[in-house]
């Protein structure tokens, strides 16, 4: 072998072996990661693990673990947990928020698959769940039928035939260090149940910031929530805590809505029409709620915190979906007594005094009004009678073109209405009446 092919060879063989080096520092790190992660878990929980795996983009994957909480009848599995950053580097020579010695990657994900918690006995004994994941202590059977909005109690799950709870979570950031930005998303999918994501674009924050653990007051460039309510779950769980009410499904959802109007009112909020009648189409058509926040420029958090109601919706660039329909009226207003008392910070009630009432009772009729309003009334339930037809009912969802548009419910999904505004002989709208209830 001549000596130039031995050099070839030696600086390949070099390579390959700082390759297998680095390799092996970025397992080394995460190894040490996970087992320092099972030491602090020790007073509280057992947790074991399966393989590790990394590769050269600079990801990381744990495979089979298992959790164990010692005052905690049951285990938590998880399929796999893969961590990645985009830079080997970062891996390699890891990076701990509580030493701010160095910056944190300018990008992360970390993505939890397959993780699934057992309804045995002993662990319905133990915990309740709630929506999006949230472990809770647990409660007398059917409590969570009596809350107001949507809840998920493990005895619930079982009496619908879930045999365990599974779900996938998944958390990601970016910096964009030119524009000094941090994008991030966090997103959930329980299995058969609901999905949910959520993602936000801050201004004013660099990776600097959070490493040397600098205080900073980022600006809110955009957000963005979504929740989806699998429509044949949300069925079957509105139909089983009505049985367990002994109520029909639809006077169930009213006294859902009263409660949770009520709640909002104790701590000085008063929801408009728009919302409620959203809500309503919520927990019975199921599906898709989403919200928006796209101001015209980034807002800093200490003008958020004086936004009034007046101005919140418009200078948030707030929009609110149902089911992809937008809902136009997003009014709501604040009542200074009862928010003093919700934050704690109002005049104590005196004796004697009449309290506030706890529950509203909602009640709807139609009234009459001219078509040449009908525009004022977009996101309402109408009925439009139009001349020798006959009459539509349903929400009115736009006016376009001399004509107005009603989407009614019809068996297996919705239709779309047109009704031609000079043929319309007379127009009803959907008004509630809240009557407090002490």
Known sequence: MSLKLKHVFLILLLGVFLLGLFKLAMYWRVKTAMDDLVEEARPTAQITYGGISTDLTGAATVEDIRVQPLDVPGEVEVARVRFSTGDPVALAMGWD?????????????????????????????????QAGGQLMPDTEAGDACQGAGFNLDGRILKDLGFESLEMDLNFEYQFNTLAETLEARVAFDLYDIESGEMSVELGGILPEDVGAQRTTLPALANADLQVVVEREFGDRYMKLCAERAGLTADAYRERLLEDMQAGFAQVGVVLGQGLMMAMEELYRDWGEFRIRVLPEKPLGMLQLMTLSPDTLVSTLGLSLYVNDRLIPDLGFRFDPQLLQQGLGVGPAQQDGAEAPPKRVRITRRYRTIPASSLEQHLG????????????????????VDGEALVEQRSFGGKLTSYVALQEIESVEVQEVVRTPLR
């Open 97 to 129: 928020w509580r030493s701010g010695d160095r910056p944190p990657p300018e990008q992360m994900s970390l993505a939890v698959q397959g993780i699934r918690v057992a309804l045995d006995e002993q662990m319905l004994e133990s915990l309740q769940f």
């Open 380 to 399: 309402s339930q109408v009925r439009i009678k139009p001349l020798n037809q006959p009459v539509r009912s349903g929400t009115l969802t736009a006016i």
